[in-house]
Nanobody
Framework: QVQLVESGGGLVQAGGSLRLSCTAS????????MAWFRQAPGKEREFVSAIHWRTSRTHYAQFVEGRFTIIRDNAKNTVYLQMNSLKPEDTAVYYCAASSLNLSDRTAAYDYWGQGTQVAVSS
């Protein structure tokens, strides 16, 4: 069984930056695709970014607009989401997820989920 633990969330002013981390325990994630999703109050969970387990090819939601970067460190069993130029509409709980099969923007493709870390961006 895999446990994913996110950290790095917090309160930041618009235009600021945060770096989220997701560390896995229980087994290696070096052969899993990793992704970040987010969920704002009253909204459905939405895809933010994903990274391929072997090629490290990345995929981003359109709203990211070059502001976020996803990075994986297989030696540390950790994936990061560097978020710059944050906007109030980025406020949400951010979730880390792992998939053993598909690099996807759909929640159903992911086998393991973390508990989430809160990001709040003030205007």
């Amino acid at each position: 069984q895999v446990q994913l633990v996110e950290s790095g969330g917090g309160l930041v002013q618009a235009g600021g930056s945060l770096r989220l981390s997701c560390t896995a325990s229980g087994r290696t994630l070096s052969n899993h695709h990793m992704a970040w999703f987010r969920q704002a109050p009253g909204k459905e969970r939405e895809f933010v970014s994903a990274i391929h387990w072997r090629t490290s090819r990345t995929h981003y939601a359109q709203f990211v607009e070059g502001r976020f970067t996803i990075i994986r460190d297989n030696a540390k069993n950790t994936v990061y989401l560097q978020m710059n130029s944050l906007k109030p509409e980025d406020t949400a709980v951010y979730y880390c997820a792992a998939s053993s099969l598909n690099l996807s923007d759909r929640t159903a493709a992911y086998d393991y989920w973390g508990q989430g870390t809160q990001v709040a961006v003030s205007s």
